[in-house]
């Protein structure tokens, strides 16, 4: 007779005798597909990663937006103490805080030297014409022609 002793008769027979056999082969396979997800699994899975990489990304540019805003308030810091400093320097040229604004280069002993610079060339530019020099012809308002102004008023009222 083979591998069966006897004849299988009934359902609950085939079923005893396939059961087993069933049983081997599901480990089997679940051996083979362990650490395998369903594709039902699978999708549930990446909806939650979505939506959780959209939160990240959001966060994201939250944050990027916050760091811009941060660069922004230094980078207008750092102007307002660059035009601080160049102030300072220019008052202590002798330069008038106006021309704070001129000073050229990068470093406060650069703007140092353009002021000094700067504060020679008026000195130069402004200092006094030699007498008799065409330059020196007195304003209206300047003390020389308010001295000559007082002495004809003087002079006038002797006579």
């Known amino acids: 007779m083979g591998l069966l002793e006897k004849p ?34 699978m999708e ?4 939650t990663h979505a939506a959780e990489i959209k ?4 966060a994201a540019e939250k944050t990027k937006a916050a760091l811009e805003e941060k660069d922004k308030a230094i980078a207008e ?7 601080l400093e160049k102030t300072r320097i220019a008052i202590g040229a002798g330069l008038d805080p106006k021309y704070a604004a001129r000073l050229q280069g990068a470093t406060a002993e650069e703007w ?3 002021a ?5 060339d008026f000195a130069s530019a402004h200092s006094a014409a030699p007498l008799g020099s065409p330059e ?23 006579n």
């Open 8 to 41: 299988i008769t009934t359902q609950e027979e085939l079923d005893a005798l396939i059961g087993e056999r069933l049983k081997r082969e599901r480990e089997t396979a679940a051996k083979r597909f362990e650490g395998f997800i369903s594709p039902e699994d």
């Open 44 to 47: 549930k899975i990446n909806k």
């Open 55 to 58: 939160n990240y990304q959001d």
């Open 77 to 83: 810091g750092e102007k307002y103490r660059t035009d």
């Open 112 to 114: 140092k030297a353009d």
């Open 116 to 120: 000094e610079d700067l504060a020679k």
């Open 136 to 158: 020196r012809v007195p304003t209206e308002d300047s003390t020389a022609k308010i001295a000559e102004r007082k002495f004809k008023e003087w002079f006038e009222n002797i």
